[in-house]
């Protein structure tokens, strides 16, 4: 699958938070890592899970799902979960996350409607997230799940990458710091997300490093917007 090139702006507005990315996320047995920030992670492995991947300090949006060898009939079959977004946030440090062991299928279905995934820093201690599964109706023999998460962050769903962008970008200033290194974090809420309306990604990039560039810089950039 290959995600949009739209969604590089994104990309590059949560890499432009941080020069280094300073979160390590490791996924639990039977997690398979798809996408971070809108982006695919590629696969090292020749059966296609992932399992790390490198974040950039703040807010940050993951896709997963989750398998596991479900008794049916006397026989054991294995089940992968609807593609899960979660959206969390982590700074300066190591991310583990896990799912409950699942046997039975009536635990499996329960689990697939979200808020049952660990999410844990270095220190053991609990991240705060918000998740919800992608849910495609109806027969499937598979699913892009590139062309869902790129609908999903064109959408003004909370968890779309549009509706926490602007908290990444005060980060810039004033980073958004979770309880891994013993400071406040904020919980991710409806209440916390800015989602007064689309996000203009083109244009905030722009100003951004309009403001990070030096006076020359500044005049010929002018310049060339003036002949265009």
Do not use: C
Not at 80 to 107: C, G, M, W, Y
């Amino acid at each position: 699958m290959r995600f949009s090139s739209n969604i590089f702006f994104s990309v590059l507005l949560f890499a432009s938070t941080s020069v280094m990315a300073n979160v390590e996320l490791s996924a639990g047995s039977g997690i398979s890592i798809i996408a971070v920030n809108g982006v695919e992670v590629e696969s090292d492995s020749l059966i296609g899970n992932n399992v790390s991947a490198t974040l950039a300090n703040g807010i940050s949006q993951i896709l997963v799902n989750y398998s596991a060898e479900i008794e049916s009939s006397g026989d054991l079959e294995i089940e992968t979960t609807n593609p899960h977004v979660i959206v969390f946030n982590a700074k300066d440090t190591h991310v583990q996350l896990s799912a409950p062991e699942i046997t039975r299928l009536s635990d499996f279905d329960e689990f697939d409607k979200g808020q049952q995934w660990k999410l844990a820093d270095s220190s053991g201690h609990v991240i705060s997230y918000q998740s919800k599964p992608l849910i495609k109706e109806g027969f499937q023999l598979s699913r892009d799940y590139a062309s869902e998460l790129q609908r999903f962050n064109q959408s003004g769903d909370a968890l779309s990458i549009n509706s926490f962008a602007s908290i990444n970008r005060s980060s810039i200033r004033s980073p958004i710091n979770n309880t891994a290194s013993g400071v406040r974090i904020n919980t991710l809420s409806n209440k916390s997300v800015d989602n007064s309306g689309p996000v203009n990604l083109p244009e905030e990039l722009l100003q951004y490093w309009y403001l990070k560039a030096d006076a020359d810089t500044r005049e010929r950039f002018k310049s060339w917007i003036s002949n265009k």
